[in-house]
């Protein structure tokens, strides 16, 4: 039988998974999103072209990939009528193949209102959040009470909707929110109809059977690693499971078909928002580092935190997802600085020096540890794997030394033609 590969990211998101999972859909028969909702923001870059996807897999693009969106995802009907209309001057024949799980979680309006409610409520303790009713949908699955998109099927669908609508504007009468909820529900189940128009169906058969008939199969994870409810920098977390465990859960996949994992990482770090960001330059080589590498959030538009690449961080990732292959991003980017750090290990409050990822990150301040690297100070747009700067390949070997993970791909710009795929060595 043939197994589900998992493409995910290391660290707090915005890696450059949309790019990645792009390239590779070639050669894959499916593409499967298994987490997350509109929060992520996926970004593909072709023929002169930006795209970027909220909901919709990354395998889109290819017209022999059939695009899977999971249980595990939260699913935003306005949002994804609004995707659908803007791919469709691409001639992709997206009724052919794409398809929703009907298990999969349904966004309400309210649930985006009470996001804005409870962000706001938090003053100085913002988490960060999009503000697309990600956690307050995930709250409702949890409690039992969510709808699914297979509810919309049903005849009694309006009902079900004006129930928990109705327990949520009873919440948001404590909150300073206003808003025009008949024409939020105008939009809401004028996008519930053209959803019905789409293959909605029962997933994990789907995927299960596809995996019986030797299909190849790749699952797209969100966010990043290090922003998992279970695992992440808690509570500066999305509100799902990031790491391949989640390609269980959110597809219906048991444990025993996971091949590859695929864990893509930045040359160095970002982060979205608040909390915990040991490596953070907060100085002139944060900035230079943050336009060079338009570090602009991709569904918030929020400028993100910077600084220098984190092993320890990276470690614990590999650790719990059980990584097999490294693809590193924008490595382009470092190519404006003489000296590039990598921080090898991290100095606790008391003294004490580790490459282990503390439990308490938030409150207790964490020095890095750095090791400085010669830049390589050339653009690398049109390099190809023969003629890397030698100090770009000292770079790429150390990581892969430090992490024991090969690093089998290389990003060195945004468009799909701008990729190194390297030799698969052993470390």
């Known amino acids: 039988m043939a197994k589900v590969d998992v493409l995910l990211g290391l660290q707090w998101g915005d890696e450059g998974k949309g790019k990645i999972v792009d390239v590779l859909a070639p050669k894959y028969d499916v593409v499967a999103r298994f987490q997350g909702g509109p929060n992520a923001g996926h970004t593909l870059e072709f023929e002169g072209i ?5 909901q919709i897999p990354s395998g889109i693009f290819r017209e022999r990939t059939k695009n899977i969106i999971g249980n ?3 699913l935003d009907p306005v949002i994804f009528k609004k995707e659908i209309e803007s791919l469709s001057k691409f001639n992709i024949n997206l009724r052919a193949n794409l398809f929703i799980s009907k298990k999969a979680t349904l966004i309400i309006p309210s649930h985006r209102l009470l996001d804005q409610a409870f962000e706001a409520a938090k003053g100085e303790n913002k988490i960060g959040s999009t503000l697309k009713g990600i956690g307050p949908s995930y709250q409702d699955k949890i409690g039992r009470q969510g709808l699914r998109v297979g509810d919309i099927l049903s005849d009694n ?11 949520h504007l009873a919440i948001l009468k404590n909150y300073p929110v206003t808003f025009n909820w008949p024409e939020l529900c105008e939009q809401f189940f004028d996008a519930v109809q053209f959803l019905r128009q789409f293959n909605l169906v029962e997933s994990e058969y789907m995927i299960n059977n596809e995996l019986k008939a030797g299909s190849t199969i790749l699952a797209e994870g969100a966010q990043g690693s290090l922003l998992d409810i279970d695992f992440g920098s808690y509570p500066f977390v999305t509100s799902s499971n990031t790491i391949a465990a989640g390609a269980c859960t959110g597809l219906g996949v048991a444990p025993k078909h996971i091949g590859e994992v695929y864990g893509i990482f930045k040359a160095y770090s970002t982060r979205v928002g608040s909390g915990p960001f040991p490596t953070e330059l907060l100085n002139e080589e944060g900035e230079r580092m943050r336009k060079e590498g338009n570090e602009f959030g991709s569904t918030t538009g929020r400028p993100r935190r910077c600084g220098w690449i984190d092993i320890p961080a990276l470690k614990y990732s590999i ?15 470092l190519s404006i600085f003489p000296t590039i750090k990598v921080c090898v290990k991290y100095q606790l409050k008391d003294g004490t020096i580790t490459d282990m990822l503390p ?3 938030v409150h207790d301040k964490i020095l890095p540890v750095y090791q400085e690297f ?3 100070s050339v653009p690398l747009t049109h390099k190809t794997g023969d003629s890397l700067p030698v100090e770009l390949e000292n770079y790429i070997q150390f990581i892969e ?11 060195t710009g945004p468009d799909r033609l701008q990729t190194i795929f390297r030799k698969e060595v052993a470390v």
């Open 72 to 74: 595990g995802v939260v």
């Open 359 to 361: 439990y308490e990150l």
């Open 319 to 333: 650790m719990i997802n059980g990584v097999t292959r490294l693809l590193m991003m924008k490595a382009d980017v």
């Open 374 to 376: 010669k830049g390589w």
């Open 401 to 411: 030394q430090e992490l024991n993970v090969p690093i089998t791909l290389v990003s």
């Open 157 to 167: 669908f309006n009902d079900k909707f004006n129930k928990l609508a109705e327990s």
């Open 50 to 54: 930006k795209h970027v996807l909220h």
